[in-house]
């Protein structure tokens, strides 16, 4: 076995990390909780506790002047919010404290939200606005909550952060996600799924433990029916792929790339609305997560770990973001997305923040105070920081990505 070279962090690391291993099990109140481990392990899960799931509460409104979903989650209101450390519901748990992961320790873990934006498994009619009539549309057509929302956990350590972790933990983080993409898209209520990540209390977090989230909406977000729309139409009129070609542009000009791998190229758009906001291309034309093969996944790895380790050095502070793949809906037509990882921050200053103000929140006009090649330079000089060694890098190696399952403990 070989490690990557020290003085090239930014190239591919060894290929031929095997594919995490996934144990699933029940949460005493009937939510599924599935384990990811860098390294095969036999997991016994019992959940102690006695708790419910929380009843109702959970409804879709239909706005027919923007003609966009809101969820309505009044549960919501009342769920944790920054707890002390020692109240940590993402801990492992201990003796004397059953945390929602009932283990002394995990590598990755993935559970159902108990306080969820979008559950439920009955599906939007297709017909929905063609079989009600206009005095039901204009007063706001209502759906029960459908959908799914998971939390992923990156490290059973509270104080860490997804910067920290090592390439084989990053690696084990896009299996899960690329795993939990597969199985929400085959759920009935799921139309699209998001894998984010909110970071910093500056954007709302109400959890301190490093994790993040997955959303699996009952219906095609605004913003990834404008990006699909947009294909569509570039691939009309220029008979050519909108993403291949803003990729080939962004390479050709240069100045806002600030990394680039042999599967992955990441660069601040032209167009950049936020004072940080990259975007991060494979190579390959894919659609979804689960496409990635062993090799991608491995230089994602890398790649990314090392951008939010730049981040984490633009100011004197942690950066605060948010980052989310945009990967294709269930029902997109075949060939119009291309899988890409969006990050953004709000701090556009050592102690200032971008705030959506009038023009953002009300019209949807961004303004930018700074210039996207400018951050792409400070990205650039700062310089490739390298994922710590990673020992725990395996030479064995498996066909597939997909995660091996292990024993299966209600
Ligand atoms: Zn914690």
């Given at each position: 076995?070989?490690?990557?070279?020290?003085?090239?962090?930014?190239?591919?690391?060894?290929?031929?990390?095997?594919?995490a291993q996934?144990?699933?099990?029940?949460?005493?109140?009937?939510?599924?909780?599935?384990?990811?481990?860098?390294?095969?392990?036999r997991?016994?899960?019992?959940?102690?506790?006695?708790i419910?799931?929380?009843?109702?509460?959970?409804?879709?409104?239909?706005?027919?002047?923007?003609?966009?979903?809101v969820?309505?989650?009044?549960?919501?209101?009342?769920?944790?919010?920054?707890?002390?450390?020692?109240?940590?519901?993402?801990?492992?748990s201990?003796?004397?404290?059953?945390?929602?992961?009932?283990?002394?320790?995990?590598?990755v873990?993935?559970?159902?939200?108990?306080?969820?934006s979008?559950?439920?498994?009955?599906?939007?009619?297709?017909?929905?606005?063609s079989?009600?009539?206009?005095?039901?549309?204009?007063a706001?057509?209502r759906?029960?909550?459908?959908?799914?929302?998971?939390?992923?956990?990156?490290?059973?350590?509270?104080?860490?952060?997804?910067?920290?972790?090592?390439?084989?933990?990053?690696?084990?983080?896009?299996?899960?996600?690329?795993?939990?993409?597969?199985?929400?898209?085959?759920?009935?209520g799921?139309?699209?799924?998001?894998?984010?990540?909110?970071?910093?209390?500056?954007?709302?977090?109400?959890?301190?433990?490093?994790?993040?989230?997955?959303?699996?909406?009952?219906?095609?977000?605004?913003?990834?029916?404008?990006?699909l729309d947009?294909a569509?139409?570039?691939?009309a009129?220029?008979?050519a792929?909108?993403?291949?070609?803003i990729?080939?542009?962004?390479?050709?000009?240069?100045?806002?790339?600030?990394?680039?791998?042999?599967?992955?190229?990441?660069?601040?758009?032209?167009?950049?609305?936020?004072?940080?906001?990259?975007?991060?291309?494979?190579?390959?034309?894919?659609?979804?997560?689960?496409?990635l093969?062993?090799?991608?996944?491995?230089?994602?790895s890398?790649?990314?770990?090392d951008?939010?380790?730049?981040?984490?050095l633009?100011?004197?502070?942690?950066?605060?973001?948010?980052?989310?793949?945009?990967q294709?809906p269930?029902?997109?037509?075949?060939g119009?997305?291309?899988?890409?990882?969006q990050?953004?921050?709000?701090?556009?200053?050592?102690?200032?923040?971008?705030?959506?103000?009038?023009?953002?929140?009300?019209?949807?006009?961004?303004?930018?105070?700074?210039?996207?090649e400018?951050?792409?330079?400070?990205?650039?000089?700062?310089g490739?920081?390298?994922?710590?060694?990673?020992?725990?890098?395996?030479?064995?190696?498996?066909?597939?990505?997909?995660?091996?399952?292990?024993?299966?403990?209600?």
């Open positions: 076995m070989t490690t990557p070279a020290s003085d090239s962090p930014r190239s591919a690391p060894e290929p031929g990390l095997p594919a996934r144990t699933r099990a029940q949460l005493a109140d009937g939510r599924e909780i599935i384990f990811f481990d860098d390294e095969p392990r997991r016994t899960v019992q959940d102690r506790r006695e419910s799931r929380p009843v109702g509460g959970n409804e879709m409104r239909y706005d027919p002047l923007l003609r966009e979903w969820a309505i989650a009044a549960a919501r209101q009342n769920r944790t919010h920054l707890p002390s450390t020692d109240q940590c519901p993402l801990c492992p201990t003796p004397e404290r059953a945390t929602e992961v009932p283990q002394g320790q995990y590598d873990v993935v559970f159902e939200n108990r306080f969820p979008f559950r439920g498994d009955v599906p939007i009619p297709g017909d929905l606005l079989t009600t009539t206009a005095a039901q549309e204009s706001g057509l759906q029960p909550g459908s959908g799914r929302c998971e939390v992923v956990c990156f490290t059973d350590q509270h104080t860490s952060q997804l910067g920290a972790v090592s390439l084989r933990r990053m690696r084990t983080v896009v299996d899960a996600w690329a795993d939990r993409t597969a199985a929400m898209l085959a759920e009935p799921v139309e699209q799924v998001y894998c984010f990540e909110n970071r910093g209390e500056e954007i709302g977090v109400t959890l301190n433990h490093p994790h993040g989230q997955i959303y699996g909406y009952p219906f095609i977000t605004p913003r990834t029916r404008t990006l947009s569509a139409d570039y691939r009129r220029r008979d792929d909108v993403f291949s070609d990729l080939a542009s962004e390479v050709a000009d240069g100045r806002r790339i600030v990394a680039r791998t042999e599967h992955w190229t990441a660069f601040i758009p032209a167009w950049a609305r936020w004072p940080v906001e990259l975007h991060i291309y494979p190579h390959r034309a894919v659609e979804r997560l689960p496409e093969t062993d090799a991608e996944r491995d230089d994602f890398a790649l990314y770990l951008l939010l380790r730049r981040g984490d633009l100011f004197d502070a942690p950066l605060p973001y948010i980052s989310g793949w945009q294709a269930a029902s997109a037509e075949p119009l997305m291309r899988l890409h990882l990050l953004f921050s709000i701090r556009r200053a050592e102690n200032k923040l971008k705030y959506l103000a009038g023009s953002e929140s009300g019209m949807g006009v961004f303004i930018n105070d700074i210039a996207p400018e951050t792409a330079r400070r990205l650039v000089a700062i490739p920081q390298a994922a710590e060694s990673d020992t725990a890098q395996s030479t064995s190696t498996t066909p597939t990505a997909t995660p091996t399952d292990s024993e299966e403990t209600p």
